[in-house]
């Protein structure tokens, strides 16, 4: 068991010991239609509950991080949204640690409004959600600080591998940084004086070059291995040695790709959490 809903033991210590125990690997739980009808599912709320199930199934207990993509989620309303909670639910109180991949970003009471949804003790409450920083770093603030109280985690975005990032993440700004590299030191900032951060970045796998990242000490969540062409090689070319024990590769297509069958989807689980093995400490 590694921990329980409410837990305040911060989420950097948290994923240190869930990647060491399981590997360092976050899956996703992308119910998109695509999916759902290859998987022989409906594209409404029951097929989105039957794939949310069957997933839990296969991926709880075995996988150090799961990240639900919400917005896969909330096209079906309030039936999806239910859904969703309840996904959160089992595996939290099983110990599995959930990233809710919310992309929130925004300023002020709204920016603490999301914060309290996803990183609160509500339905949508996870252990760490993803966080768009470009409004402006300190936007984040609300969402930084109470997931520092309850001991929860935020993964802001850095540098993304979609083409049309690069337009904003690697202009430069005044003092001669790109604005990646901007996110990525301000995130380091948090993690200052602790023995491994809470507070991540998201950096494309598929990146032909990213921003340094020697100096974050938290973890750094790397979507796009598998069948989006990162793997192993890809992330050793992008990472310092120092880094690569941060290093949380996600995939979703790849694993997804296997199922329904639970079965299929953990033998493909395994196959992944074996080739980014040399990551682990």
Known sequence: MLHRIGHKKAFGSRLQHAMRHFGPLCVGIDPHPGLLESWGLTDDV?????????????????????????????????????????????????????????????????????????????????????????????????????????????????????????????????????????????????????????????VGATLTQVPDLSALNGPILMPGVGAQGGGGETIRGLVCEQMLHAVVPAASREVLGAGPSVSALRAKLSALQEEFAFLRR
């Open 46 to 202: 029951d097929g989105v509950e039957k794939f949310a199930e069957i997933c839990v199934e296969a991926f709880d207990g075995r996988v150090a991080l799961i990240k639900p993509q919400v917005a896969f989620f909330e096209p079906y309303g309030s039936g999806g949204i239910a859904v969703l909670e309840r996904t959160i639910e089992v595996l939290r109180a099983s110990g599995t640690l959930v990233l809710a991949d919310a992309k929130r970003g925004d300023i002020g009471s709204t920016m603490d409004a999301y914060a309290r949804a996803w990183l609160g003790d509500g339905p949508l409450g996870s252990d760490a959600v993803t966080a768009s920083p470009y409004l402006g770093f300190g936007s984040l603030a609300p969402a930084l600080t109470l997931a520092e109280a309850n001991g929860r985690g935020v993964f802001v975005l850095a540098a993304t591998s979609n083409p049309e990032g690069a337009q904003v993440q690697l202009a430069h700004g005044g003092d001669g940084r790109t604005i990646a590299q901007t996110m990525v030191d301000a995130a380091a900032q948090c993690n200052a004086g602790q023995e491994f951060g809470s507070v991540g970045v998201v």
